[in-house]
Structures are given as structure tokens and as C-alpha cells.
């Protein structure tokens, strides 16, 4: 059995082919061209607390889709690099990936962003990562703010935190120190490992 390749059935391949990396090239420059800083283009970002209007503040200059990550992992201590580029400015606009980072360095603007508008900038990204690890925001630590919040914060306030409830473990943290050590010496006389856990 002879096997035949023609000129039509390699040019048919390379077109599929050379499809392909057309397609492909043309979506990377798509998502290059959209994953850029809204501000580069004059776009409305839609972050606002004025009701969702407003840009970005000014930023230095950044990389596509990364922002200015690299910039900021090659130079440490990387606070100082972000520093430096907020330094003379009252706001700044550093991006990291697809997160804005805003730099505030006026006292003026920080009391604003921390006093007037509390409400807004007091909650915690909603991630899937904080979801599960707070089991549906049912933990104090991972839980945005809000009523739920609120709630929890009373909740540890009142009997975890308050000088009574210390006083009243007291005895009980004084038995597991003295439990803790007599294991250890216990294990030590007789020559086997200690297992701290």
C-alpha cells in the first residue's frame, strides 16, 4: 500500500495550521489590548465611590498583563520601591496584575479614605480561597464587613477577649503549662522522643 500525499493535502494543512496561529495571535493581542490600565486608554473604570464614576489616580508606567508586579518583585525591600513611586504625589495608582493598589500620602485624603468613607473601604475581598477557609465567612478572621461581621465581633468581644473570661481560664492554662511540662520530663527520664504538637 503506496501512500500518496498531494500538493492540495499539504497546502490544506498548512492553512489549518497557519488558522491556527492566526487565531491564536489575534487573541493574545486581544486580551493584551483589554487587560491594560483603564486609564491608558480613557476609560471610566467604574471603581468610584461616587456612586461607580471616576479613573484611576496616576500611576507609573505599566507592563500588559502583569502591571507592575516584576518591577516591584525585582527591587526589595518592596516597599520602598512603591514608596518611591508615590513619593511627591498625594495618590497613586500602583498596578499589580489586575489589582489596583491606591498610595495614599496626604493626611487629608487618608482621613477621608479612613473616616468618611469607612463603610466602604472596611471589607475584605470576597475570594473562593477566603469562602472555604472561613467556612462561608462564618469566622471572624475572613468575614467581609457587614452584619455577619458585626455580629462575630461581638461575639469575641464579649467571651473571648474580656478580662473576665481571662481571669476565669487562668486555672486552666496554669494545668496545661504544668501538664505540658511534666510530659516533657516524663519523656526526657524515660529516653524517648518528645512529640510537641
Not at 69 to 78: A, E, I, N, T, V
Not at 80 to 86: H, Q, S
Not at 154 to 162: A, D, E, L, P
Amino acid at each position: 500500500m503506496a501512500v500518496t500525499f498531494s500538493l492540495a493535502t499539504a497546502a490544506g494543512v498548512l492553512t489549518g495550521g497557519f488558522l491556527i496561529m492566526v487565531l491564536v495571535t489575534a487573541t493574545f493581542f486581544f486580551l493584551l489590548f483589554h487587560s491594560q490600565n483603564p486609564n491608558e486608554h480613557g476609560k471610566d473604570s467604574g471603581r468610584g465611590g461616587n456612586g461607580g464614576g471616576g479613573s484611576l489616580p496616576p500611576g507609573p508606567a505599566t507592563l500588559p498583563i502583569v502591571g507592575s508586579l516584576p518591577m516591584m518583585l525585582w527591587r526589595k525591600p518592596h516597599f520602598r520601591w512603591v514608596l518611591r513611586k508615590a513619593e511627591g504625589k498625594d495618590i497613586t495608582c500602583i498596578r499589580l496584575g489586575n489589582v489596583h493598589v491606591i498610595v495614599v500620602n496626604s493626611p487629608e485624603l487618608a482621613r477621608e479614605f479612613l473616616k468618611k468613607n469607612d463603610a466602604i473601604f472596611a471589607s475584605r475581598p470576597k475570594t473562593m480561597a477566603t469562602e472555604y477557609s472561613g467556612r462561608g465567612f462564618l469566622s471572624v478572621v475572613f468575614t467581609p464587613w457587614g452584619d455577619q461581621w458585626k455580629k462575630m465581633r461581638r461575639v469575641i468581644v464579649s467571651h473571648v477577649v474580656n478580662h473576665q473570661q481571662f481571669q476565669k481560664m487562668s486555672k486552666m492554662r496554669v494545668e496545661e503549662a504544668d501538664n505540658l511540662v511534666w510530659y516533657i520530663q516524663h519523656q526526657s527520664k524515660a529516653g524517648e522522643e518528645i512529640n510537641l504538637r
